[in-house]
């Protein structure tokens, strides 16, 4: 009788350790997804609200004297979409970035787990050689006339 298991890496764990954690930064994008990513990393910054605001502020007496619907207007069309698209692109990069934080970790985390992992099976192939070793030397024990040891 002998202990007959072999591990089988699962082949993602090759790929994975080739890869490394996932990132944007390498990524294809052409000239036109560069002049978005642009427009986007200048429209989402807390200056472009402020720039807004003060561009919409500048209308605002204008729709002071022009009645309720000039004012709703002026709120809704160009305070709310001008200052509070940069705010909301503003909140959503610091999102994006902590997202980003989190999956490196787990990256890294998963990484740990594997590594530990690999210390078990190689553990385990040592217990297995020595139970093995045991299992034959007990075959030949009893092949050359010996008696096994109670129990076994």
């Not at 000039?70 to 809704?76: D, F, G, K, M, T």
């Not at 594997?114 to 040592?126: C, G, I, N, S, V």
Request: hydrophobic share 45%; net charge neutral; aromatic share 6%.
């Amino acid at each position: 009788m002998r202990v007959q298991f072999e591990h089988q890496p699962h082949p993602r764990i090759a790929e994975r350790t080739r890869t490394g954690p996932p990132t944007s930064a390498g990524e294809a994008v052409g000239i036109n997804g560069r002049i978005a990513l642009l427009l986007t990393t200048a429209v989402g910054t807390m200056w472009c609200a402020y720039a807004f605001a003060g561009l919409a502020l500048v209308v605002l007496p204008e729709a002071l004297g022009g009645g309720v619907l000039l004012l709703v207007q002026w709120i809704s069309q160009t305070f709310i979409q001008l200052v509070m698209l940069s705010v909301i692109m503003v909140g959503q990069n610091i999102m994006g970035r902590a997202s980003d934080k989190r999956a490196v970790m787990t990256y890294k985390d998963a990484a740990a787990t594997f590594h530990e992992t690999e210390q078990l099976q190689a553990h385990l192939k040592q217990q297995d050689e020595a139970i093995n070793a045991l299992l034959a030397k007990m075959e030949r024990m009893e092949a050359a006339g010996g008696t096994a040891p109670a129990g076994s």
